[in-house]
């Protein structure tokens, strides 16, 4: 079984940083594609950024571009994605998702989940 547990977040004024990490437990091998997706309230769930675990190449949407960077340590299981020149626009609950199957924007490609975490971005 594997499980993944989002950390960090919280509350920033608008062009703050924030950092957000995921520990994926349980996996023997790590994931195919794994990401951060958001979603605010109102509105479906968006995917943020990806990573491939071969060759580690990431793709984000247009949004972060610029403004986020996702990577991976292997050592410690641990998805990150760093958040610089935040907008109020970001606020949402991020969710990291690891999937072994086909790397897209699709939440359905993505079989593993966190609960989710909570970015707030004042003005």
Do not use: H
Not at 31 to 46: I, T, V, Y
Not at 58 to 70: L, Q
Not at 76 to 83: A, D, E, R
């Amino acid at each position: 079984q594997v499980l993944l547990a989002e950390s960090g977040g919280g509350s920033v004024q608008a062009g703050g940083s924030l950092s957000l990490s995921c520990a994926i437990s349980g996996a023997t091998v790590w994931p195919l594609c794994a990401g951060w997706f958001r979603q605010a309230p109102g509105k479906e769930r968006e995917g943020v950024a990806r990573i491939r675990r071969i060759g580690d190449l990431t793709e984000y949407t247009d949004a972060v571009k610029g403004r986020f960077a996702i990577s991976r340590d292997v050592a410690k299981n641990t998805l990150l994605l760093q958040m610089s020149d935040l907008k109020p626009t970001d606020t949402a609950t991020y969710y990291c998702a690891a999937g072994y199957d086909a790397c897209s924007w699709a939440p359905d490609n993505y079989k593993y989940w966190g609960q989710g975490i909570q970015v707030t971005v004042g003005t």
